[in-house]
């Protein structure tokens, strides 16, 4: 099949304000996720736009915070990821199952307002590394109580993702950390408290929108999209490992932790495209996947960073692989990574490799 190669330069899409109510709100985008690709929609949208033909339905089949979905709200969404923590806020952002707004803001009033004195899970296991004990407690508090009312029937699937999300969304924010949780910076003031805000999801999704968190090569095994967006891990950095700290707050297992980071097991969660299994794996995802069109979202860093940073899949093995399920092409736009400054990235680009399927 043909290949041709494009590059494109856009500028990054703004966030437009909405109308607020009483307490602060919280949009998708509002969490901090390594390879967030909300300041690319602009790329990834126009090249659906230009090149993609009546699309009515769109798999996001490593979904991480949703950005990339987000973009398509006017059409039926697939979502899937791994870690649960993703897919509960997918429920949040994306289900079509209705919810009572005045009883999101009147719980989140109640949980902003309330003061826990006792210690629970998150304090004992917790205390004073990625949040201070203070704020532990009312973590593990708020989270308990959401459970609970889910249990009793006072919240539906819906306002308990949207709770949780909130919580989610708000210890990320005041975390102790440069972004992941891999580690907590040692001897620092805990300045910032909890502060749960309103989620904001769009209005009038489509009611076959559907949320999955399953493995996603056995996922693409049963489900239709006229447009598959792909966005794997590209290097060895595990997410469950960047995230655990957020996963054990959504799953609410309390399992037991280890180390100094406080980690839970992930053995389960481990992805085989961080490891050597990488191109493997992608083989067996695309000749499984049911579509008119697939879009992957690759970067260059090939050979550019440390051994850790390095992709998992080779450019010559992308473009055998896709080019047996049908027509390549590749549009490609410069674009500045997060670093902790021990890479080599110049010349950075943020790829796009469209299959237009046989």
Same mark, same amino acid.
């Given at each position: 099949m043909?290949?041709t ?6 500028k990054p ?5 909405? %109308?607020?109510?009483?307490l ?6 509002n ?5 967030n690709?909300y ?6 949208? %126009?090249v ?6 009546n699309?009515? %339905?769109v798999?996001d089949i490593f979904?991480g915070t949703g950005?990339?979905?987000?973009a398509?709200?006017?059409k ?17 952002w994306f289900?079509?199952q ?7 803001e009147?719980?989140i009033?109640?949980?902003?307002t309330s003061?826990?004195?006792s210690d629970?899970y ?5 205390a004073?590394t ?5 704020d532990?407690?009312?973590i593990?508090?708020?989270?308990g109580?959401?459970?609970k009312?889910?249990?009793l ?6 306002e308990?993702?949207?709770l ?5 969304y708000?210890?990320?924010?005041i975390a102790?950390?440069c972004?992941?949780y891999d580690?907590f910076r040692?001897?620092?003031?805990f300045?910032k408290?909890?502060?749960l805000?309103l ?13 999955y968190n ?7 095994k ?7 967006y792909i966005?794997?891990?590209?290097n060895?950095?595990?997410?469950c490992d ?6 054990n707050?959504?799953?609410w297992?309390?399992?037991?932790v ?6 839970m097991?992930?053995t389960?969660?481990k992805?085989?495209?961080c490891?050597?299994?990488a191109?493997?794996?992608f083989?067996d995802?695309i ?13 260059n860093?090939a ?5 850790? %940073?390095?992709?998992k899949?080779?450019?010559?093995d992308i473009?055998r692989?896709l080019s047996?399920k049908?027509?390549v092409?590749?549009?490609?736009q ?10 080599d990235?110049n010349?950075h680009e943020?790829?796009?490799f ?5």
């Open positions: 043909p290949i190669q494009r590059t494109i330069t856009y899409m703004l966030l437009v304000s909405e %109308s607020k109510p009483t602060k709100t919280t949009y998708i985008n969490r901090r996720y390594l390879g690709k300041k690319l929609l602009p790329f990834i949208t %126009s659906v736009a230009e090149n993609c033909e699309i009515n %339905s798999a979904t950005a990339v979905a987000s398509f709200t006017d039926q969404v697939i979502t899937n990821d791994n870690l649960y923590s993703n897919y509960i806020s997918h429920l949040a289900s079509p209705t919810y009572s707004t005045k009883k999101i009147q719980l009033t109640l949980y902003n003061s826990v004195k629970n998150m304090s004992k296991n917790f004073d990625f949040f201070s004990r203070a532990c407690r009312r593990g508090f708020i989270r109580d959401i459970e009312r889910f249990r029937g006072e919240v539906n699937e819906r308990r993702a949207l949780v999300t909130s919580l989610l708000a210890a990320d924010k102790n950390t972004g992941h580690a040692q001897g620092v003031e300045e408290q909890l502060e805000s989620p904001l999801p769009s209005e009038n999704l489509n009611q076959q929108n559907t949320c399953e493995d996603t090569n056995e996922l693409v049963q489900i239709y999209a006229d447009l598959v966005d794997p891990p590209y060895s950095r595990q997410y960047a995230y655990h700290l957020l996963e707050i959504a799953r297992g309390k399992p037991e280890k180390g100094v980071a406080r980690k097991d992930r389960h969660l992805s085989d495209y490891t050597q299994k191109t493997t794996a083989e995802l000749k499984n996947i049911n579509a008119r069109y697939i879009i992957l979202s690759y970067n860093m050979k550019k960073g440390n051994d850790r %940073s390095n992709a899949i080779a450019d010559n473009i692989i047996a049908g027509e092409q590749i549009f490609t410069d674009y500045k990574p997060f670093t902790a400054g021990k890479s990235i010349e943020e790829r796009l469209l299959c237009i399927c046989k």
